[in-house]
RNA sequence: CGCGAGGUAGAGCAGUUCGGUAGCUCGUCGGGCUCAUAACCCGGAGGUCGGAGGUUCAAAUCCCCCCCUCGCAACCA
């Protein structure tokens, strides 16, 4: 690093996390990330800023308070109180906490709807259809039967739900031309390449950007029945989190941080971050972020997380079996750049033996344990070096540059391989150099003195380096050192280890080795005795409630595969005198031939709908489990046309 | 023909930009060492680089076709 006046600004967000749940290690994945490049940042002489936070709005928030017979925002207090938890059980060092009902948030919301509305850029229209009055449907022009309604087959007329829309495809050129001349933008390729063919090119669509479907959100100052859906509202906490003020009297932190330089996401929302936030900024004419990465995601083995599939592990009882430093080391370590990484607690083990315990913890303790064996902890100033000297030397010098050169490109995993590259080579010094034997000649006492100091040196070096990713293993290790000398400038050069200070006499070893065996039969009970989740049901009916259904027993005279659907099979049902055509969304789990002349269970006075094309009169029923294991509801004896009650 | 990613040793991956002895980690087998946490170091075995064809003196790499897996999009009345 050169020396430099002023410290360059460098400002990183994580995608703020939506306040429904608890996040599960996948989630958590994004913020470590972060953080280690922030604190990489901080330390390489850059004045970071770093924020994330809470997506707080939205439906989905608003039911699952309802169903917890709460008020919202005391339900999101609650979350966002899980999430900050564990955002700080993971050692994450952010400079703020955005929440999407902060004050000051949802202020600046309003005046960026308001200023669109006035720029003409957001404007309220209807959703384009045709509306059934007595069936309170909309249908679009390809489901309407002969101008008629698809279900009454009653006339219909255009469509009147008011919505907000944003003016996409008026700032869709501008925003190729940036993505285009700014490679770097969108990260990794492959996101860029698919961002550009799938929405792009193909041209936008205006984008709906408020709700009259509910409630909990930023009110529409001027239009009191709509509040401000996602988009507009989460994305924009990048700026005001920073103190961006719409009318121009932004805070200080904004015009020292904004632009980003980088927003970390999850893959999934690339399309949000690169598309409707640029045009958003282009729209308040408001220079755009430097560069958007999408990470990959972490899976459970092959599979994706999710509770459905009972495969959710929690960094916390991650945390809780193998500490901080351990956990935040696995999933830096293990999440390649652009593909999926794969998380079991069996790979934990294997982790943190071969690389933590095996190659960094013991090095530690074997040099310290040298060095109070053979001086007392305390080396001197003699030395007298060989050539081999010079290659750990210039491997240790060189570690540094690659590291840097990795992280500048956001390659976590490999900055952290070339640590332990580094390590390694620590290890082999020692075979090559056989301090116990020096040890057996006094003549050779110096040069002893020198292979223990290299090796204190070795491990000084990579452990600055180490310490953005394990900061709490950092600090363990320069006190059994003991060393002042921790900061990156030190590293840029060899020889900085202060060579009168005394090691400590207890080398307490940094991570035991685990019994893999023993330790994941302690997990499993610990994972068997959390109590089952509570079954919950929906709310109480009456017997008149049930007696609205009309539910029968249908043969199934034919069954096809949707020809413009690969979920969903067509089936022609036979009800006693009625025969009909039912769609249904189980071709994942049954072939046509299967069901042919199975007798199921169907919905018979459910509104007829046109799915991709084909109608649908009634909907089959099936049962499905957690694993996803779903099966048609079926009888054997009773004849179709029964009443199911 | 929707878009994209991937298929390399038992497992997980790098190498493909710009063709030239196929590499790393874990596991396994053998050896060395005794400072250390049964740790560390060295070596061996194990691969027709998904398949067929083409270009070339030479293909994991370039071209064409095909197969398989995953993700996104559409879709679950």
Redo the contacts with the bound molecule.
């Keep these: 690093m050169c020396e430099k006046v002023k410290k360059k600004e460098y400002y990183i967000t994580t995608a703020i996390a939506y306040a429904s749940g608890k996040p599960h290690i996948g989630n958590t994945y994004e913020i470590v990330m972060a953080d280690a490049i922030a604190r990489y940042k901080r330390m390489t002489g850059y004045d970071v800023f770093f924020q994330t936070g809470t997506d707080e709005h939205g439906q989905k928030i608003e039911e699952k308070a309802q169903e917890a017979k709460m008020d919202p925002q005391a339900y999101v207090d609650q979350q966002t109180a899980v999430i900050k938890e564990i955002w700080d059980l993971m050692n994450t060092s952010y400079d703020k906490f955005v929440r999407t009902t902060d004050d000051y948030h949802k202020k600046q919301v309003q005046k960026i709807f308001e200023k669109l509305y006035k720029k003409g850029d957001i404007y309220k229209s209807e959703y384009e259809g045709w509306y059934c009055t007595p069936c309170e449907s909309f249908w679009t022009d390809a489901q309407i039967v002969d101008g008629k309604c698809p279900d009454c087959e009653r006339e219909v007329h255009k469509a009147k739900e008011e919505s907000y829309f944003f003016k996409m495809s008026k700032y869709a050129d501008q925003l190729m031309e940036h993505i285009e001349n700014n490679p770097e933008f969108i990260q990794p390729e492959?996101r860029k390449?698919?961002m550009i063919?799938?929405f792009l090119k193909p041209g936008l669509q205006d984008l709906c950007v408020s709700r009259t479907s509910f409630k909990w959100g930023v009110p529409v100052t001027f239009d009191d029945k709509h509040v401000v859906y996602v988009w507009i509202d989460a994305l924009s906490n990048y700026i005001t989190g920073l103190g961006f003020d719409c009318d121009g009297n932004h805070g200080e932190l904004y015009k020292k941080y904004w632009p980003a330089d980088l927003h970390l996401i999850g893959?999934?929302i690339v399309r949000f971050h690169t598309i409707y936030w640029p045009i958003l900024l282009l729209a308040l004419d408001i220079s755009l972020p430097k560069q958007v990465f999408g990470h990959p995601w972490m899976l459970f083995g092959e599979e994706?997380i999710s509770k459905s599939r009972g495969n959710v592990i929690y960094a916390d009882d991650l945390v809780k079996f193998f500490g901080v430093d351990a956990i935040r080391y696995f999933v830096l370590n293990e999440m390649?750049f652009?593909?999926?990484g794969?998380i079991t607690w069996q790979l934990v083990i294997?982790r943190i033996n071969?690389d933590l315990?095996?190659?960094y913890?013991?090095l530690?303790?074997?040099t310290v344990?040298?060095v109070n064996?053979y001086f007392d902890g305390k080396l001197t100033e003699e030395r007298e070096y060989k050539p081999i000297d010079e290659d750990l030397m210039d491997f240790a010098l060189e570690t540094v540059k690659k590291v840097d050169h990795k992280m500048d490109s956001l390659r976590v995993a490999d900055a952290l391989d070339a640590i332990f590259e580094l390590l390694?080579r620590c290890?082999?010094y020692?075979?090559e150099t056989?301090?116990?034997?020096l040890a057996k000649d006094e003549n050779k006492k110096d040069r002893l003195n020198t292979v223990l100091y290299n090796l204190l040196e070795g491990i000084r070096i990579a452990t600055v380096l180490v310490e953005p990713f394990m900061p709490e293993t950092a600090r363990k290790i320069y006190n059994q050192i003991n060393t002042k000398q921790v900061s990156y400038n030190s590293i840029l050069s060899w020889g900085n280890y202060e060579v009168n200070n005394k090691v400590t006499d207890k080398p307490v070893?940094?991570?035991?080795?685990i019994d893999a065996e023993a330790k994941l039969e302690e997990i499993q009970k610990y994972l068997e005795a959390k109590e089952p989740e509570k079954m919950k049901f929906k709310d109480e009916i009456t017997i008149d409630d049930f007696a609205k259904i009309d539910i029968r027993i249908g043969t199934i005279l034919n069954c096809k595969k949707h020809p413009k659907?690969?979920?969903?099979l067509v089936l022609k049902v036979k009800c006693g005198s009625d025969e009909r055509q039912?769609?249904?969304?189980?071709a994942e789990k049954y072939s046509p031939e299967q069901l042919i002349g199975k007798k199921v269970a169907f919905?018979a006075n459910?509104a007829p709908?046109i799915?991709?094309g084909q109608q649908?009169r009634?909907?089959?029923l099936t049962a499905e489990d957690e694993s996803g294991m779903l099966e048609t509801i079926t009888v054997n004896e009773v004849e179709d046309g029964a009443v199911v009650k």
């Design positions: 492959s390449n698919e063919n799938n893959k999934d994706k390649p652009a593909q999926d794969s294997e071969s315990a095996n190659i913890g013991n530690v303790n074997r344990s040298m064996k390694r290890n082999k020692i075979d056989l301090p116990w034997s070893p940094l991570f035991a080795r659907a690969d979920k969903l039912i769609v249904s969304g189980i919905i459910l709908i799915l991709r649908s009634g909907m089959i």
